[in-house]
Structure formats: structure tokens, C-alpha cells
């Protein structure tokens, strides 16, 4: 039986002592992971910086492996885009398209159906997708909104 864990660094860095300071967190947490028997897949391992400026030259490392620095990293089925407004236009796109695809299933295999057994349907395989930790990514622009609307028309 394999059991998976997720863990999070993370650190303000704005001088190199901060960059030392995160890259010692890390040599620590590979530490622990040594002494408890607990290996790490380093290539899903995965840095990433929200900013605002992209001059970050930085290498952080985990067992003398330059971990690589991703702009989408998914945590918890949100997927975070880090672009300089930190927006979650991707995770929006990402769930929109989910939505049409399980609504075209239910169109597609379920030819007569009660408007009751279409909203159970609907509310379990579509609507659940639409609402999933949107208090963390709830869209503020017109378009999206918008977006995430039409898909709830389209039925």
C-alpha cells in the first residue's frame, strides 16, 4: 500500500538570505524525509513563484536536483495560474469545459428524462464542478462570469 503526502514550502524572498533561508527548508525537509524512510518523487516536486515580476534567476534544489518552476500547478483540484494578476482564468476555462463535457454525457446517454431526474443529474455531475472551492477562485470579471453562466443555460 502506497501512501501519498503533500507538503508546501514556502517563504517571502526578496534578498538572497531569503532564497538561502527557503533552500534550507528544503535540505531540512529532505532530511526528515531520509531519516523516516519516506522518498520523495523529485520530479513531482515543483516550484512556483507568485509575483508580479518575472526576474527570478533562482534554482532551488532537492537531493542536488534543480527542481523545475512551473507557471499552472494544481493543488486540491484548483488550478492556480501564476501570471502577474494571479488570476484563475485557467482553472475558470478548465471547469467550464468539464461542465459542457459531463453535460453532453447526460445528452448523449440519457434520452428521456423527468425534469426531477435532470436536475439530480445536473446538480450531482455538472453543477458540482462549477462549484467547487469557488470561495477560493470565484471569478470577479464580466466574461467569465458569464461564461460560467452559459454553461448553466445550456441545458
Known sequence: MSILYDAKLYKHVITDDDRQVLQKGLNTFQEWSDRWLLRLNINKCKIAFYRRDVNYEYKYYLS?????????????????????????????????????????????????LTEEAFVTIYKSLIRSHLEYANSVWNPHRQGLIKDLEKVQMSN
Not at 65 to 74: N, P, Q, R, S, Y
Not at 85 to 108: P, T
Open 64 to 112: 542536488s536536483t534543480a527542481l523545475e518552476i512551473v507557471d499552472v500547478i494544481k493543488d486540491l483540484g484548483v488550478v492556480f495560474e501564476f501570471d502577474s494578476e494571479l488570476s484563475f482564468v485557467f482553472h475558470c476555462k478548465e471547469k467550464i469545459n468539464r461542465a459542457y463535457s459531463m453535460l453532453a454525457l447526460i445528452k448523449r446517454n440519457f434520452i428521456y
